[in-house]
């Protein structure tokens, strides 16, 4: 806890608003304290080009492939301390256990803080660890722009990085023998549900895609209501219907789909003129790809109808299709059966944000462990988890990466 | 025309769209160019503090009451270019047909433009003819912001105008013999009964106000559905209900009942995030006071059931309350005469938009001429009329003028 509040003062602003953007100074400042806490703890530390951090504690077999485990440390705007550092320092504090209480290992523990998993500066998301797994593609870059206009491709550059050498940051599978993270749940499902501990089935992905509705602007007080163009009504009716078809695919079973209009804009947008265009931004996500797609699907067809229907136009702008990233089912089955034994209270659950995990399940098993969040906040100062459910998630993270390490998985 | 088109060139943009919000550098200017035209006709020109411009031209007896006839310049954002303007210089072009055909007069002829007619800006219409009819109240101004969060009350008090002197710039209506406003109908009805000429028995009056739905910022991707307090669902509702609820008081004989949300506003508004604030601009009109106040009541009382039903809070913040306002029946008479003598086919109508004329009836008899509106579409860079009928309304506001200044009325 120390160690994480020390991390957490790094960027911390009004009301404990915690803003650690990827390559800023503070983002930066909070990766030194990380390379001094693991030069502390006696690890070797190995940084890659892009700044990814390993800090290496040697187990019986310097031959064997090495247990990961971590997360990252760069925020989004105004957001909490624990997304993200719960997972490094949780890793760092557990290889340090293992040290100081000289328990065998046979594999190499590393602890790893990946660059930039947030989108808030670039609209990038788990940079770090894509590098990490060669998931990188040169057109994924086009678009990544910061809000003052610098291009992650030439802050890339600055490093050395080119389009070129995109795939020269993958690790080697065969180096790895598993990839472990502790992270908060950030949403509401393990406090409602009265459990400590979160154990990650797969990893939700998103459909991400505007909606534009093109109607008439008329003026508010002489057009009668039969012969409006209304597309803010128009919307109204799509977002209804996103909610209700999400709500008809939220069971598990069904692939857990959520489905959220996030943002929207009218023109002319006054109060006195029936809005003419409307522009939707929408998030679909499930832990099913089937389902998700169908979802999506569905709303991208709902809104050909209500269009049809009131006689505007319609268009679909696609953002982002991502698919869903199962985990690693036996390591699933040891972080269970870790619970079992000591008889933590545990939810088997999906996970509706995207992690670092999700790239390293690419190229090597990976398993994550949830904490609670309070009231399921995240990306937020208010976001809290007790200290208690850290320490435990950090005590079963440790317990796992033993076994992993000592045992054929 | 040419006077028209001189100032539908100030704030032109993107595929004709005016825009000069008022007291924005396109608006001051337009107003700079009215009193070059003025004083070129040789009126006297006087600016009262909030800014409207009176050119004033004398009659026979100079302690007679004055004629006004004028509009306004101001627009909406991305509208035409005769919302306004035509009032304004076909009152000019009338008081210098007058002038240069030596047509005698008893009364003088004022030619007026007033201020911020538009609501876009400040969300408060009428601005200047409210003033000059001593009808502003200080409450009336509280929640005047507009969207950049300039205080309309700050302008005014830039200007010298403060809640203390509110009725200072109130026309003493000794000095008023009528208010004659001609103005493009906004409106289909017109074109679809092929008249030339509407003439105005009453204006309709908006019911303004804001709801504010307050539900919870959650992350989009691990908020289940049923776990959400979503703004903007609960927004989506509400706007589909204000449809429906018009929709049943649309007849002429239940009050010609409109109702529109022309703004919506959510916070975060971000595609990852779950709305958790939605702010609506509400506008409803009806020529019956009680229907109007009637949806307008069963609009905020759906907002706190939907609120309620969802478990999220509901504020409502009224903006402005006005009731119907009938113009004078001895000016209605005497327009109607005026066509009928010149074969002009005319309809008798109510107007559904707001006008100066419905604050300057507060203090002296009003009337209005409309002239058709192509396809109805105003507020819009597509609004249009056709040359001859904005030359015939002109006319027919000139005759009118004379009639006014040299009889009793």
């Known amino acids: 806890m120390r160690d994480l509040n020390a991390i957490g003062r790094i960027g911390i602003g009004n009301r404990g608003a915690v803003t650690r953007l990827v390559f800023s100074i503070k983002e930066l400042r909070s990766r030194q304290v990380l390379i001094h806490l693991m030069r502390q703890a006696g690890l070797t530390v190995r940084i890659d080009v892009i700044g990814n951090i390993f800090g290496r504690f040697e187990g019986s077999d310097p031959r064997a492939p090495a247990v990961l485990a971590g997360s990252h440390l760069d925020t989004v705007i105004h957001g909490g301390k624990y997304d993200g550092p719960v997972g490094v320092i949780g890793a760092l504090e557990a290889v340090r256990t293992i040290s100081e209480n000289k328990i065998r290992v046979r594999s190499p523990l590393e602890v790893v803080c990946f660059v930039g998993e947030e989108s808030s500066r670039f609209g990038f998301s788990t940079l770090g660890s894509s590098l990490a797994a060669g998931e990188v593609h040169a057109d994924d870059l086009t678009h990544a722009v910061d809000p003052q206009g610098t291009k992650l491709e030439n802050v890339l550059a600055s490093l050395g ?54 109607g008439r602007a008329d003026h508010s007080g002489t057009t009668p209501m039969n012969m409006r163009k209304d597309a803010l009504v ?154 208690k459910d850290i320490a435990l998630g950090a005590q079963l993270l440790m317990e796992t990466m033993v076994r992993v390490a000592n045992e054929e998985l």
Chains 1, 2 share one sequence.
């Not at 979802?295 to 268009?315: C, F, H, N, S, T």
Request: charge should be positive.
């Open 234 to 387: 128009a919307s109204a009716q799509l977002i209804e219907y996103i909610e209700k078809v999400c709500r008809q695919y939220a069971s598990m079973e069904k692939g857990r789909v959520v489905g959220t209009v996030g943002a929207i804009k009218v023109e002319p947008g006054v109060i006195n003129a029936v809005p003419g265009r409307a522009e939707l931004a929408v998030d679909i996500r499930g832990t099913s790809a089937q389902s998700k797609n169908r979802v999506a699907r569905l709303v991208k067809q709902q809104a050909r109808v209500i269009a049809k229907k009131r006689g505007i136009g319609v268009e679909v702008l696609n953002i982002r299709e991502e698919d869903p990233v199962p985990l690693d089912k036996r390591l699933l089955r040891l972080t269970r059966e870790l619970c079992d034994e000591k008889q933590i209270n545990y939810e088997i659950m999906p996970s509706g944000a995207g992690h670092d995990a999700m790239q390293m399940a690419k190229i090597t098993p990976a398993g994550m462990i949830f904490v609670p969040s309070k009231r399921g906040i995240s990306h937020n100062p208010l976001e809290w988890t007790d200290p």
């Open 161 to 214: 990085i080119t389009r070129r050498n995109l795939k020269s940051m993958r690790r080697d599978p065969k180096t790895l023998k598993a990839y472990l993270e502790l992270h908060i749940e950030q949403g509401p499902i393990l406090e409602a549900k009265g459990k400590r501990i979160g154990l990650v089935t797969s990893i939700a992905a998103p459909s991400r895609f505007r909606i534009i509705l093109k």
